[in-house]
């Protein structure tokens, strides 16, 4: 366990009965979960299936419609201003196309939060930014832009800049969409670094089982803006869910089953 | 029938959407001009410097241009048309008051919402689409503070600056086109042009163009929040930026010409 493990609560994040909707559409309905401090926590679940939404209500960059997102303590959605920008400087966020500001060099790009939000010399943040860029394996690139970097050079200069304030806890957005798998694998290896070395919190979300085998501590599995299991990746394998076993063996959905079923698909209900 | 109610009530709608989205755009952007500078939450100034430089300085050599062309242009068509009632030695008269009063704000304002207002919608419509708006919030660092401010200090500032330029330039090339080619006296158009100023007219082209840079600011930066999607949308919403821009100048200038001649 890490240096965080130290405070009494041992979660980090609790959520409670989230409900998220866009119009009238339900996206996420009573999502209950707590991320323990210092583990890797998976959010799996097929495409639709709210994960990135329920993400992006943990960092708080949509507003939940009901429930409670309790953030080390404090519920996220009863902050001030000030108090959101002080528990945003404890967590990062890798997004899934890397995020970079693309008019910076990854240099400005690690040193920017660092600027904004510390007092500290142009020296000792340029240390630093070699440091985080030394951790992720890009030392020397200070100078490139990130569209001169390949895809999964960039999504590593955006972890740099998600360590760069030392946070707490770091968010993945697909951390392997589009890369080849021994890039995927080396980008898994050092989100496990990052745990055994700092003790850092990880909510991954992801839909690549191969990953999930290597990174998780506890996996949950999202389905229709529900969790239809959550556990260890060998308790929510041995879910009876039938989506779940359905997810794990990869199999397809069943075809539409009758022939009148997909006519009907294809023109609407028939009235009778 | 009710198709066309829920058309207009949609409309309606979608018209106080847009009204109360803008309010909270300009409210969010006066805070962190006016409010929280004082309350040591930091001014980009550096970034508004930029922005100066990059809106009006390098814009300056265009707009001079089209602003000597047009100046003669004006002296040429006022020139023909006077004459024709033996009114030719009016022409300075006519170039410097329609440059002050409407010509040069109005050109000035539309060239820097070709250049300017499009790029801030093309620039804060791809950090949306490429999740960078995003990144900035989850890092702690509020998008109006750090991307519209320096844009709107600089546009602000840029705006009045260049119109100034802009009507001096006119007036030379009215100026330069009645004197070489028409043939008018030198001395004498220069005393007819002093004559013609007035503090008046030159207060009321600047007062426009300070509400023609809040506008080319807030609806170039709000086109851009408003992008979602792809590439194929950040251009549709540039297009739609300058257009929308273009009209609202218009709209703000008929309503000061109003002002200024009903007052």
Known sequence: MGPAATEQNPNLIEVKDLVVRFGDRTILDGITLNVRRGENFVILGGSGSGKTTLLRNLVGLLRPHAGTIIFAGRDFTEMSDDERIRARQRMGMCFQGSALFGSMTVGENVALPLLEHTKLEKSTIDIMVKIKLELVGLSGFEKYLPSELSGGMKKRAGLARAMAMDPQIIFYDEPSAGLDPIVAAGLDMLICKLKQTFGLTSVIVTHELASVEVVADRVCLLHRGKIAAMGTLDEVKRSPHPYVQQFFERRPSEEAGSGEAYIQSLTGPVER | ?263
Not at chain 2, 67 to 77: T, V
Not at chain 2, 79 to 90: E, H, M, N, P, S
Not at chain 2, 159 to 178: D, R, Y
Request: proline share 3%; with cysteine.
């Open chain 2, 1 to 263: 029938m009710s198709a066309l109610f829920g058309y207009i009530g949609r409309g309606a709608i979608g018209g106080v959407r847009i009204f109360l989205a803008v309010s909270l755009l300009i409210t969010a952007t006066m805070h962190w001009v006016f409010v929280a500078p004082f309350q040591r939450k930091g001014l980009r100034v550096r970034a508004a410097i930029e922005q100066f430089v990059i809106i009006g300085f390098d814009a300056l050599p265009i707009v001079m241009l089209i602003c000597l062309l047009l100046g003669a242009i004006l002296a040429m068509q006022s020139a023909y048309q006077l004459d024709r009632f033996g009114v030719g030695y009016l022409v300075p008269d006519l170039v410097a008051v329609a440059a002050m009063r409407e010509l040069s704000p109005l050109m000035t304002a539309i060239l820097v919402t070709g250049r300017s207002g499009s790029s801030f919608t093309a620039e804060i419509g791809t950090m949306k689409v490429s999740e960078e708006i995003d990144a900035l919030e989850v890092m702690g660092l509020n998008p109006i503070k750090y991307l519209v401010v320096p844009k709107f200090i600089g546009t602000m500032l840029a705006l009045p600056m260049i119109t100034l330029v802009a009507t001096f330039t006119m007036i030379l090339g009215g100026f330069l086109l009645s004197t070489l080619y028409v043939g008018q006296d030198m001395s004498v158009y220069i005393q007819r042009s002093a004559d013609a100023f007035g503090w008046q007219d030159f207060l009321n082209g600047m007062t426009k163009s300070v509400f023609f840079a809040a506008t080319i600011c807030w609806v170039g930066v709000y086109r851009g929040f408003q992008t979602e999607g792809g590439a194929g949308e950040v251009g549709r919403m540039t297009t739609s930026s300058v257009v929308t821009s273009i009209f609202m100048i218009i709209i703000v200038d008929v309503v000061f010409t109003y002002l200024f001649f009903s007052v």
